[in-house]
């Protein structure tokens, strides 16, 4: 009950907002701040107008948003991957760990920004260049938070699996995977957010010739401000989207954890 | 695994942990070393490391590269601080009067997940692409983790010592100063470090898209298009910013452990 | 069956804080055995039980299982420990968690889950198989960390004060278990507590532990008739005196 009734306050509130803000923009008619409506009409315009074959999005939305996206995926899923598994690797051995700690925090202070140019280097610019970017920028957080993870298993945890004498793979598997999943999804999560951006950030860069990004920097070029708010209303809701799938995932998987969790506080 | 090491964990001490990480970062060194001298990686690609410090201490002694540094630097404080001297008293805002804090949800969930580096071109258009542009980004991305900890650090504030207090009649802004603040300060010094973070990687983002003018990320982009590239170069700059970033974070938790001591004291009673 | 030789344990060995948990320690179990040990908290029970199970290295003497020596967990030993409710893994259901053991023993899924159910039917908690450790009290717990033992049918079992944290009335029951247990599966039992009563009720034999450094200060058979009883039992002569007797010895070496 007091669920539904707040958000039809939020949701009024918002609604209430754009109005003023829809008015305030034609009232100052600044050519740098267009009315939603203005931008929500680009949208649909550019990306979303196409025929009902295509799921209505335009030959531009086809080839700019899921190039962006497709790249974003293979990045995030081969980035994640390698963090989970080094993560785990570099857990199962506190010698290992204290060895590597220290380059590791060095690797993911690095802003991933400031690589970029290393990679443009070494692969000249295109897809490659892109996904490793991507990989490269996201795999510190996942690795580290994992690594983390699976150094905080309960000892008690561990001499029961002793105990029982369960194999190497059975105690990975059962005991040490599961109590690192909770560390494991804080650092998905921020690499799901930081993904995002470095995509982004790779599209801004000059030799780019598709994309969301680069959809923005031609809007820049050619002054097109209605063009570059609606690309950047569109990462807003794609962000915003990639995060709610992600908590959906995030709340199966973690079920026991955070229902163990409100039972103990 | 044997016995041995499912004994409970025997605490290593401080010195032998820094002597471990320290003896890593030289095995790391002398492997980009020998991967670069025996040719098995590009030497364009990957200069020796040997090569990569040295070309790091020369920076420190030309005067450009500090132009590019300290600029760098500014835009990255000056950004932190705005972004916390707006975050925090929002959020102790926010936290505290659960009206203002449902009539703005809906737009705080709207603007925050828009990836900050997409308005680069935007505020870049708007107000220009000088140390203004540098700064208005680094605020608005640093503003969400300073703004989502504040909030969180309010919840957790003992309702008890917020009783007590009021019932000596102390009015409402106290009971903010004297109790939910000083409760929630952990939250905000984890926000603002995880923040300090955020605000280098968008000092670094818009420097080079915008590239021009001084700064770190400038210099990087330049020796990147240079024929041919120069790669010890930008090696040596993302040495200096990443050495900068892992600094600032270990100076962050450092003063987060000393002045909060009673904090991580309680956490780990009750955990 | 268990032998222990001369067994001793320092903590932190080699620093200024090196703590001695036993020292000289001798103790023999016979198969079939319900060996109650009993000595002050913090004196090094749990060290003790540690070092059986192969989960610590003791620093000097030696444990013997059926001959060989202990150096890693041996094979057929489960241990019922003090910390049950951390014990338990929180992501498996109390089936699942029951089951796991299984693994190693040759049984299809299918029989795993037969075994677990029958465990989980002989403490009393069929009905929660599915249930997850969380969603039960505390002494349900603690049951389902027996069931898991009892499934795995071990030839040793080694429990650290089972019932700690308990109800009165779970406990007596709990006790009972284990006394039908052992009555029907050829079972040697070494059971840790700080309860002078139960350790006189539930074993065959009590050994009492001195103050730390831990060794054997008494060891007393408990001849006690028929089939044990929380009400008659405890209210007959002998048991009367046998827990006089294992309490002055506690409370002797505990006050020294
Ligand atoms: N891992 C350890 N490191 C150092 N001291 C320990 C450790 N485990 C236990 N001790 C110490 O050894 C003594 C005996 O502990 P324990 O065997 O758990 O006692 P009990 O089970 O009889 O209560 C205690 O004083 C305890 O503080
Ligand atoms: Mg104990």
């Given amino acids: 009950m007091r669920g539904t009734r707040t958000t039809v306050f939020r949701i009024t509130v918002l609604a209430v907002l754009v109005l003023v803000w829809e008015a305030a923009t034609w009232l100052a008619g600044s050519a740098f701040f267009p009315p939603p409506s203005t931008i929500v009409t680009r949208m649909h315009a550019m990306w979303f107008s196409g025929p009902f074959a295509t799921l209505f999005l335009t030959d531009a939305a086809i080839g700019d948003i899921l190039p962006s996206l497709g790249r974003m995926a293979l990045g995030f899923a081969g980035g994640a991957l390698a963090g989970v598994v080094l993560g785990l690797a570099l857990g199962l051995s506190s010698r290992v760990y204290d060895y590597l700690d220290g380059v590791l925090q060095f690797l993911r202070a690095i802003p991933p920004p400031a690589l970029v140019t290393v990679f443009l280097v070494v692969f000249g610019f295109g897809l490659r260049m892109q996904l490793a970017f991507i990989m490269f920028s996201i795999v510190w957080p996942v690795l580290l938070n994992t690594a983390d993870g699976a150094r905080s298993v309960e000892p008690l945890h561990l001499q029961t699996s002793q105990v029982f004498r369960l194999s190497r793979g059975e105690r990975l598997r059962r005991v040490v995977l599961p109590s690192a999943l909770p560390k494991m999804f804080a650092g998905l999560r921020l690499a799901l957010s930081l993904s995002l951006i470095v995509m982004v950030f790779s599209e801004l860069l000059p030799g780019t010739t598709n994309g969301i990004g680069f959809q923005l920097t031609s809007a820049y070029a050619t002054f097109d401000l209605p063009a570059m708010w609606a690309g950047i209303v569109l990462l807003g809701v794609l962000g915003y989207l990639l995060n709610e799938v992600f908590l959906v995932v995030e709340r199966r998987v973690l079920a026991w954890h955070h229902a163990a969790q409100q039972v103990v506080i | ?271 | 069956m268990l032998e222990i030789d001369n067994l001793s344990h320092v903590y932190g060995g080699g620093t200024p804080n090196a703590h001695h948990a036993i020292e000289g320690l001798n103790l023999s179990v016979a198969a079939g055995e319900l060996l109650c040990i009993v000595g002050p908290s913090g004196c090094g029970k749990s060290t003790l039980l540690r070092s059986i199970a192969g989960l610590i290295r003791p620093t000097g003497g030696q444990v013997r299982i059926e001959g060989q020596v202990v150096r890693q967990t041996p094979d057929n030993l489960a241990v019922v420990f003090q910390d049950y409710s951390r014990s338990l893994f929180p992501w498996m259901s109390v089936e699942d968690n029951v089951a796991l053991p299984l693994r190693r023993r040759n049984l299809d899924k299918r029989q795993r889950q037969e075994a677990a159910k029958e465990a989980l039917e002989s403490v009393g908690l069929a009905g929660a198989a599915r249930k997850y450790p969380f969603q039960l009290s505390g002494g349900m717990q603690q049951r389902v960390a027996i069931a898991r033992a009892l499934a795995y049918r071990p030839t040793l079992m080694l429990m650290d004060e089972p019932f700690g944290s308990v109800d009165a009335q779970t406990r007596e029951d709990l006790e009972d278990l284990v006394l039908q247990v052992r009555g029907h599966h050829q079972m040697t039992i070494v059971l840790i507590t700080h309860d002078i009563d139960e350790s006189v009720y539930v074993g065959d034999r009590v050994v009492v532990l001195s103050k730390a450094p831990a060794h054997v200060v008494g060891d007393l058979k408990v001849h006690l008739p028929g089939p044990r009883d929380q009400i008659s039992t405890r209210e007959h002569p002998d048991f009367v005196h046998l827990r006089a007797e294992v309490g002055r010895l506690v409370r002797g070496h505990a006050t020294v």
């Fill in chain 2, 1 to 271: 695994m044997s016995a041995e090491t499912l004994a409970p964990l025997r605490p290593v001490s401080p010195a032998t942990r820094w002597s471990r990480r320290a003896a890593g970062a030289l095995a790391f060194a002398a492997l980009i070393e020998l991967v670069s001298r025996t040719g098995l990686a590009d030497r364009e690609f990957l200069p020796p490391a040997t090569e990569i410090v040295w070309r790091a201490v020369i920076l420190v002694t030309d005067a450009d590269f500090r132009t590019h540094a300290l600029t760098s630097l500014l835009a990255w404080a000056i950004g932190l601080a705005v972004a916390a001297l707006i975050a925090v008293p929002l959020g102790l805002l926010l936290g505290s009067v659960p009206l203002i804090d449902a009539a703005t949800r809906s737009v705080v969930e709207f603007l925050r997940p828009i990836p900050s580096v997409a308005l680069i071109p935007l505020v870049a258009l708007v107000i220009g692409t000088g140390l203004q542009h540098r700064v208005a980004l680094v605020v608005y991305a640093s503003l969400w983790p300073i703004l989502y900890n504040t909030m969180y650090g309010l919840r957790g504030v003992d309702p008890v010592a917020k009783e007590s207090l009021r019932s000596y009649g102390f009015g409402p802004l106290a009971v903010l100063l004297r109790v939910s603040l000083p409760s929630a300060a952990p939250f905000i010094a984890t926000g603002v470090r995880l923040a300090a973070g955020v605000a280098l990687i968008l000092t670094v983002s818009t420097e080079i898209v915008a590239g021009r003018g001084e700064g770190i990320g400038v210099f990087i982009f330049f020796a990147g298009i240079a024929v041919p590239a120069r790669m010890d170069a930008i090696l040596a700059g993302v040495f200096w910013v990443g050495l900068f970033g892992v600094l600032v974070n270990a100076l962050l938790v450092a003063a987060e452990r000393r002045a909060f001591r009673w904090h991580h004291a309680q956490r780990g009673e009750a955990g």
